[in-house]
């Protein structure tokens, strides 16, 4: 028997936010990031829903591929490059773009060129140190991939470390080393992730590159996507499997972590941390039942959770609980989380159904 735990992708919400990304953009092009399988979406299901994207971007060759398998014909990038012989032939045989952050690379590129359909994207790094030529190199490494064949002149892209906070002067300080060192350079440029379209839109140059935004959610502390006119993209959901009349004093769950405060009505729900629905939730976290709130009581264990049904009515077995998305921003609970909603999102596991709406 099915546990009638689902997470609903909403393909037109995804459509609609692509529109809203596109309006924020101001006329770049916008490569859609959907990496980690479409960031807990399905990659196929989210390729496919936004064909109107300029390009795509993934992380894995794995990815790559499975984003061609659904149809897209497309540019489509591979943010951390090849690390190998093997990385670097699927990446002709699949004529991916690629990102370029370290010497080994620019070696390889030298000896064995890239397809006519391929593009380079030279990263540099302006402050982040994660990936990337130390930004002085900017020069240098643009003359070594000079001789590299492939589509166009290479794209010059760096990344934000601090985009999601306004005031904090490091994007600002990001950004003009980047201008300083590419000077000159007609090359294309691509800087701004979602948070920096919301906050930098002077960073959006001839690429945007915005992930979370497409979902539906806010990059930014303590806003959700409905302030920039966006719909979330997946709802997870699951279903009442029992009610329980506990009395004062009973405790609920694993640790006995929870005591009723008073005679109350307790619901045990289908979902835990082997869904993804994270264990370190607080006792208050909101849910919806039937659409209306209720809160977590206890722990949350590996397949079940326990609610607190005051003031609520009627509820029986079968009746549905919402525990992000339509009604519930995942922002929110994110907060209750201690946690991102990126890390909620991509950590719905493999058995929760994706149903598409």
């Given at each position: 028997?099915?546990?009638?735990?689902?997470?609903?992708?909403?393909?037109?919400?995804?459509?609609?936010?692509?529109?809203?990304?596109?309006?924020?953009?101001?006329?770049?092009?916008?490569?859609?990031?959907?990496?980690?399988?479409?960031?807990?979406?399905?990659?196929?299901?989210?390729?496919?829903?936004?064909?109107?994207?300029?390009?795509?971007?993934?992380?894995?060759?794995?990815?790559?591929?499975?984003?061609?398998?659904?149809?897209?014909?497309?540019?489509?990038?591979?943010?951390?490059?090849?690390?190998?012989?093997?990385?670097?032939?699927?990446?002709?045989?699949?004529?991916?773009?690629?990102?370029?952050?370290?010497?080994?690379?620019?070696?390889?590129?030298?000896?064995?060129?890239?397809?006519?359909?391929?593009?380079?994207?030279?990263?540099?790094?302006?402050?982040?140190?994660?990936?990337?030529?130390?930004?002085?190199?900017?020069?240098?490494?643009?003359?070594?991939?000079?001789?590299?064949?492939?589509?166009?002149?290479?794209?010059?892209?760096?990344?934000?470390?601090?985009?999601?906070?306004?005031?904090?002067?490091?994007?600002?300080?990001?950004?003009?080393?980047?201008?300083?060192?590419?000077?000159?350079?007609?090359?294309?440029?691509?800087?701004?992730?979602?948070?920096?379209?919301?906050?930098?839109?002077?960073?959006?140059?001839?690429?945007?590159?915005?992930?979370?935004?497409?979902?539906?959610?806010?990059?930014?502390?303590?806003?959700?996507?409905?302030?920039?006119?966006?719909?979330?993209?997946?709802?997870?959901?699951?279903?009442?499997?029992?009610?329980?009349?506990?009395?004062?004093?009973?405790?609920?769950?694993?640790?006995?972590?929870?005591?009723?405060?008073?005679?109350?009505?307790?619901?045990?729900?289908?979902?835990?941390?082997?869904?993804?629905?994270?264990?370190?939730?607080?006792?208050?976290?909101?849910?919806?039942?039937?659409?209306?709130?209720?809160?977590?009581?206890?722990?949350?264990?590996?397949?079940?959770?326990?609610?607190d049904l005051h003031g609520q009515q009627g509820v029986s077995a079968g009746d549905q609980v919402t525990l992000w998305g339509e009604g519930l921003p995942v922002e929110q609970v994110a907060e209750w989380a201690g946690s991102i909603p990126y890390e909620l999102i991509c950590g719905v596991t493999g058995r929760v159904d994706r149903l598409?709406?």
């Amino acid at each position: 028997m099915s546990r009638n735990t689902v997470a609903r992708v909403d393909l037109q919400a995804l459509q609609h936010n692509l529109g809203v990304v596109k309006g924020l953009a101001r006329g770049s092009a916008v490569v859609c990031v959907i990496k980690a399988d479409g960031y807990g979406h399905g990659i196929r299901r989210v390729a496919s829903a936004l064909d109107k994207a300029d390009q795509f971007a993934v992380a894995t060759p794995g990815e790559a591929r499975a984003v061609r398998d659904a149809g897209w014909t497309g540019p489509l990038l591979l943010l951390e490059g090849f690390s190998d012989g093997d990385d670097f032939d699927v990446a002709r045989q699949l004529d991916l773009d690629l990102v370029v952050h370290h010497q080994g690379q620019v070696e390889a590129l030298r000896s064995r060129g890239v397809t006519p359909r391929q593009r380079l994207w030279l990263k540099l790094d302006t402050g982040m140190h994660r990936l990337g030529f130390p930004a002085r190199d900017a020069e240098a490494v643009l003359e070594a991939l000079h001789p590299v064949a492939g589509r166009d002149m290479p794209v010059l892209m760096s990344h934000f470390a601090c985009a999601d906070e306004p005031s904090n002067p490091m994007t600002s300080q990001q950004l003009s080393l980047f201008d300083q060192v590419t000077q000159g350079h007609p090359n294309p440029q691509s800087l701004a992730n979602s948070a920096a379209i919301l906050n930098f839109p002077d960073s959006c140059r001839d690429f945007v590159r915005p992930g979370i935004l497409l979902y539906g959610i806010s990059p930014l502390p303590g806003q959700t996507a409905a302030a920039h006119g966006l719909k979330p993209a997946m709802t997870l959901a699951c279903e009442i499997v029992a009610v329980n009349q506990c009395r004062a004093g009973d405790r609920v769950g694993y640790g006995a972590a929870f005591t009723c405060p008073s005679d109350m009505l307790v619901g045990v729900a289908a979902i835990g941390y082997g869904d993804g629905y994270p264990r370190h939730l607080r006792d208050g976290a909101p849910v919806l039942v039937n659409g209306r709130t209720a809160t977590l009581a206890g722990r949350v264990s590996m397949d079940l959770i326990t609610l607190d049904l005051h003031g609520q009515q009627g509820v029986s077995a079968g009746d549905q609980v919402t525990l992000w998305g339509e009604g519930l921003p995942v922002e929110q609970v994110a907060e209750w989380a201690g946690s991102i909603p990126y890390e909620l999102i991509c950590g719905v596991t493999g058995r929760v159904d994706r149903l598409e709406t």
